[in-house]
């Protein structure tokens, strides 16, 4: 993964085999991740690298950060929630994202005609003050790795010390199955990432 921010605009991320090759995301959307970046920049925010990305901070608050994907490029805003944006700009992350908080952009010239919209909302995000911790947010288990728990004290014990995002991934994976067979056989093969304290799609 890069370090230098110049790397990534560069040669990419450094995640993947594409990295430093014409077929990586940053690369492939290099024109609107320039604008994405001036933007940012233009608004007084200080540039980093975090999680091998491009992330801009102030007074210490991350306020936005960076993303090629093979479909799209994106701002990610990390205050989302707590700002007033035009109706659908903002988009979710995924189907388990609880709020939206991506703006995405499949040509560069999209950059151009939401700049006055982007640029507000970051001048908006560097006048909200630190955020209240959030609770965190409700999740059921399913039936299949409730009754697990229940039956494995060394799984339940462990499922409960994980973090409740890392516990929310595995009840999702798990409950994302309609057979119960097939609940039941991830629940086997999740074992062993909970007890070593991770989440369902961790390494």
């Keep these: 993964m890069i370090t230098e921010i110049e790397a990534y605009f560069a040669k990419g991320c450094g995640r993947c085999p594409r990295f430093a090759t014409p077929d990586c995301s940053a690369l492939r959307w290099a024109e609107g991740l320039a604008a994405l970046r001036a933007l940012c920049l233009g608004a007084g925010l200080t540039e980093t690298v ?12 991350n306020i936005a950060i960076l993303g090629a994907f093979r479909g799209d490029f994106r701002l990610t805003l990390f205050d989302a929630a707590r700002l007033s944006a035009p109706e659908g700009l903002l988009t979710r992350q995924g189907p388990n994202s609880q709020t939206p908080d991506a703006i995405r952009f499949t040509a560069a010239d999209q950059v151009q005609a939401h700049a006055a919209a982007i640029t507000a909302l970051l001048v908006q995000s560097q006048r909200l003050g630190k955020a209240e911790p959030r609770a965190p947010a409700a999740f059921d288990l399913p039936e299949a790795l409730r009754m697990a728990l229940a039956q494995d004290p060394a799984l339940a014990e462990a499922f409960q010390r994980l973090t409740p995002g890392r516990q929310r991934s595995h009840a999702l994976h798990v409950g994302s199955a309609k057979a119960l067979a097939t609940q039941q056989a991830r629940i086997a093969k999740l074992r062993p990432r909970i007890l070593a304290g991770k989440g369902a799609t961790e390494a």
Excluded: E, L
Aim: a positive charge; one cysteine or more; charged letters at 15%.
């Design 50 to 61: 975090k999680w091998g990305q491009p992330c801009y901070t102030h007074a210490g608050r």
